[in-house]
């Protein structure tokens, strides 16, 4: 499925079923880091692959970093992510 087949929640939305955006171990691919965001049940939403999201954001301040990231995911999660 492409980018562009995947209908993404309005940022509004997505704001109000985030609860956490965790940096984790991918525990299938050993020396992989993934994005992990859970809903306010802390159950699991979906997750983004790290280094894919500090390509996206590497011309941005270290300062502002963790900020481009969260805002990054907050306007790309998945509209599934509701029945979730």
Known sequence: MSDNDIK???????????????????????????????NRDNKELCWFDYDEIMEIVKDVSKFEKQEAVQNYIVAHIPKWALDI
């Open 8 to 38: 993404y929640l309005s940022v509004e939305e997505a704001g109000r079923l985030i609860g956490a955006i965790q940096e984790e171990e991918d525990i299938e691919r050993q020396d992989r880091r993934i994005l992990t965001v859970y």
